[in-house]
């Protein structure tokens, strides 16, 4: 059961365009969200985060909106630059779990982005 | 910088085989995770380990093992390889408790043949 769903495989974008990537979850104890991006040969590195009592969290030119209700969060790149294709993936985390959850992530399928010059 | 860094980039094993794929993070966290990574089923965790000596089950812990005898090395074992963990696997890192960013080391794709 996939507690955390990237619908979209793939996006592809113009530079200098907004590229929204899209996150569902089902799980409503998850209570913080974190967004990571992926190089082919790398490990994912930490982009952005967002924690349930904020709706949005902005970093420059990311900015990730949460929506509780839906349970959605999404991850707004504005202006898309060539640098940033990438597999980006959602993760989730319930920071009451406590015992041994010892900050443990739920991670979506991932989204490969592709800005076009 | 943290650094996460994983023995092999790549690797090439044959069924049956025992398997061991090695973590080392250079900068005293506590948490220490392994997961595959599969096309169109994203991160899953197999193992994670909190402290020297403790570890738990992740989602897909069935077919590995783990060791973390000291605090900067996390192992992963297969103790009897199938062609079905041919995957890529990433080591990770966090601070302790209530620290969610995790740090990634490369990653070893590996291949069972």
């Known amino acids: 059961d996939q507690q955390v769903k990237q619908n979209s495989p793939s996006l592809s974008v113009q530079e200098g365009r907004i590229s929204i990537l899209n996150c569902d979850y089902t799980?409503?104890?998850?209570?913080?969200f974190l967004w990571y991006k992926k190089y082919p040969a790398e490990g994912p590195t930490f982009l952005i985060s967002?924690?349930?009592?904020?709706d949005k969290n902005e970093d420059g030119r990311f900015t990730v909106f949460l929506n509780k209700s839906a349970k959605h969060l999404s991850l707004h790149i504005v202006p898309s630059q060539p640098g940033d294709s990438a597999v980006y993936f959602c993760a989730a985390s319930d920071t009451n779990a406590g015992g041994t959850s010892y900050g443990k992530l739920t991670f979506g399928q991932g989204t490969i982005l592709t800005v076009h010059p | 910088d943290v650094k996460v860094t994983q023995s092999s980039r790549y690797l090439v094993k044959r069924t049956g085989e025992k398997v061991f794929l090695e973590c080392v993070q250079d900068?005293?966290?506590?948490?220490m995770f392994w997961y595959r990574q599969d096309p169109g089923l994203g991160l899953r965790l197999i193992y994670f380990?909190?402290?020297?000596?403790m570890k738990e089950k992740g989602d897909i812990p069935e077919g590995y093992s783990v060791s973390r005898e000291k605090k900067e090395r996390f192992s992963l074992i297969l103790e009897s390889a199938s062609t079905n963990q041919t995957s890529m696997y990433l080591c990770?890192?966090?601070w302790g408790v209530g620290a969610y960013e995790q740090y990634f080391g490369p990653g070893t794709r590996l291949t069972v043949t």
């Open positions: 900068m005293d966290h506590e948490n």
């Open positions: 380990s909190y402290d020297v000596k």
């Open positions: 799980n409503s104890m998850f209570d913080y």
């Open positions: 967002i924690s349930s009592i904020k």
């Open positions: 990770a890192s966090s």
